[in-house]
């Protein structure tokens, strides 16, 4: 487990556990935990041993946005940078699966962190609210950008306008979570979905999630031809031959990523 202060981060095989670490606080951010998850993002978007990332937090909450507390009291803050902000286009970018597993409030940047990966489970007791307009902020973490691609257009501009708290029931019927889990077998679900990722063909679970960051920029038939080319290339891998004999020998495969 490395050594940073208001975050945890371990590597389990060919899963990746970020854990934001300030529970006292529910997690909220500050301009160290800002630094250290870029660093710690940018380090672990270019492990090729890693496939799956679970980004979480400690104790009751997930991440309710910054230290309103903090930013207002006189605690000194070392200096925030302009680079910090692409934590969201790292969870959003990074050739692995990020899942973010919302165990408590999740609000503001947090919100957009969440956003940003590629899967979304919450605990039963989990709540949301993109909350900026809350404090007279306009919004950072590209809430508006990666909000429409879950929810569609008319319901981002809703939550972000009209701000407000729903629950884990409501962020699973809008879709922005792919399901809820309950309190208590909540990490034991999230970890079992971890472990399937973790499993599958690295090249070519790597190269899919590159096609959806893909084809978010391109024309279609821009992206088709580059897709045709990924598929033509896992198809040829060693990985895919594997899986096929694995599949008619009814056995699990053993992918060597290559």
């Known amino acids: 487990m490395s050594d940073y202060e208001t975050i945890l981060y371990e590597v389990d095989g060919t899963r990746a556990t970020i854990t934001l670490n300030r529970p006292d606080n529910l997690n909220g951010i500050i301009n160290t935990m800002m630094r250290e998850l870029y660093e ?5 978007a270019i492990d090729e041993s890693v496939r799956v990332v679970l980004f979480t937090g400690a104790g009751r909450g997930f991440c309710p946005g910054a230290d309103l507390k903090a930013y207002s009291s006189d605690q000194r803050q070392e200096p925030n940078r302009k680079e910090y902000f692409n934590i969201t286009a790292l969870l959003h970018e990074m050739p692995k699966v990020t899942v973010a597993g919302i165990n408590g409030a999740c609000a503001g ?22 909350a900026f307009l809350n404090v007279a902020i306009s919004g950072d973490m590209a809430g508006p950008w990666l909000l429409p691609r879950i929810v569609g257009a008319t319901k981002a501009r809703e939550l ?5 708290k729903f629950g884990a029931d409501e962020a699973e019927r809008i879709g922005l979570v792919a399901k809820t889990f309950p309190d208590e077998t909540f990490r034991d679900d999230v970890d079992a979905i971890i472990e399937r990722l973790s499993k599958s063909a690295p090249l070519a679970i790597g190269e899919m999630k590159k096609n959806f960051v893909n084809a978010e920029n391109m024309s279609l038939r821009e ?15 060693a990985d895919s031959r594997e899986a096929f004999k694995a599949f008619v020998e009814k056995r699990d495969p053993v992918f060597q990523g290559r």
């Open 40 to 44: 710690c993002l940018s380090i672990v």
């Open 109 to 130: 940047a947090g919100f957009g962190w969440a956003c940003a990966c590629d899967l979304r489970y919450a605990t039963a007791r989990a709540t949301f609210n993109t």
């Open 160 to 164: 972000f306008l009209m701000p407000g």
């Open 223 to 237: 992206y088709i031809e580059l897709e045709t080319e990924r598929h033509s290339r896992t198809g040829a891998s």
